[in-house]
C-alpha cells in the first residue's frame, strides 16, 4: 500500500519513536523511508537590551544543517540496519507544516510520521507544534506516534 513513506525527525527523544515506526511500516509494506528534518528559522532577538553575543545567519544556518546532518544520519542508520532503503532530506519554509507537506507532495511520500509530545489537542496549538496544521494541509495520511514527555 505504502512505497515511500516521510518520516519527521528533529533533536528531540520523540524522533526515535517516530524513526522506529517509520522503519516498522517501513518493513510492512516494503516501502522506503524519505527522513525529513524542518530546519529552524533565524530570528533576531528582539530585546531593550544590547544582547551580549549574537550568532550571525550564516552561523547559524551552518550550525542547524550540522544537527540537522547528525539526526538525518542516525536515523538513516536505523533503517540500514533493518534492511529498509532511506533517503534523507532537510527543508525549511516560513510554516514548517507547510514544509512538510510540500516535500511529502514533491518526493511522492504515500505516508507522514511524526511524533507527538503526548500533548492535547489544544496544548498542540497554543506551543505551535507541527501536528494540527500538518494534519490539515497534508495530501496524505499523517501517522501521529505517541511520543514521550508530558500526558497532559
Partial sequence: MYKRIMVIVDDT???DV???QGVDMARAHQAEVLFFYVLPRYVLPMVDAL???VQSPEEFQREANDSAGKVLHAASAVAEAAGIVSHRAMG???DDAHCVADAARIRHCDLIVVASERRNAVMR????NIIPG??????????VCQGIGDSA
Fill in 13 to 15: 527523544p520523540n524522533t
Fill in 18 to 20: 517516530a524513526v522506529k
Fill in 51 to 53: 544582547p551580549v553575543t
Fill in 92 to 94: 525549511s519554509g516560513v
Fill in 125 to 128: 496549538l497554543i506551543t505551535g
Fill in 134 to 143: 500538518l494534519i490539515t494541509h497534508a495530501g496524505v495520511p499523517v501517522l
